[in-house]
């Protein structure tokens, strides 16, 4: 994906019956640029089974979880089952750019916390230093900061976006076309704002 150009990203809520009544229990990402559809990467970080998953299940969040020594706040509060049922109440969905006054950010691509040993996994997020990330830093050299989105949508699996898969994903398969369930769209290259949704409830 060049994230220097335009391009779509699809959220596609899978049920556990194929319906769109069905229990929650996957969240899937993809990508659309230039017409030809990019499937999401797989997870590669230490003490995770490679090549194993590229979306959002229990099994992940169970995986994650132990490699990194988190709690499973997520999974107390119900998981993706428990977060379907308050899908299916209603939810509203919010876009923002914003900057972080809390830990500047760090958790995304710096050291998550400062305190503990970048060689354990699940601590090192990227490469950025843990002094960058100050709201001032940010505010200051980016006054004038913006993000547009558009072309919003949400519909049945494989109904929001056209294009043929790219080569790099042909050894993933994909149940879009048969799956009934919901699909929303983002066309802006800040897709991260679902991800920083799903975190902060995990």
């Given at each position: ?9 699809v959220t596609q809520f899978i049920s556990s019956d194929g319906t ?79 900057d972080d006054h809390a830990v500047n950010m760090l958790w995304l ?17 990227g490469t950025w230093a843990t002094t960058s990330g100050t709201p ?67």
């Amino acid at each position: 994906v060049d994230t220097t150009k335009k391009f779509t990203v699809v959220t596609q809520f899978i049920s556990s019956d194929g319906t769109a009544t069905g229990d929650l229990t996957e969240i899937r990402r993809l990508y659309v640029q230039n017409g030809v559809v990019i499937q999401n990467s797989y997870v590669n970080v230490p003490g995770i089974t490679a090549n194993t998953y590229n979306s959002i299940t229990e099994p992940l969040c169970d995986a994650q979880k132990a490699a990194f020594g988190d709690k499973t706040q997520f999974e107390a509060k119900g998981g993706l089952k428990q977060m379907g049922v308050a899908a299916k109440n209603g939810m509203v969905l919010v876009l923002s750019d914003w900057d972080d006054h809390a830990v500047n950010m760090l958790w995304l691509d710096s050291t998550s916390t400062t305190t503990s040993s970048v060689s354990t996994s699940g601590v090192a997020r990227g490469t950025w230093a843990t002094t960058s990330g100050t709201p001032t830093d940010v505010e200051t050299n980016s006054p004038n900061a913006s993000v547009t989105y558009s072309n919003i949508g949400f519909g049945e699996i494989g109904s929001t976006y056209t294009g043929t898969t790219s080569l790099s994903s042909s050894a993933i398969t994909s149940s879009s076309s048969t799956n009934a369930a919901t699909t929303s769209t983002y066309t802006t290259s800040q897709w991260y704002a679902l991800l920083l949704f799903l975190r902060s409830i995990r």
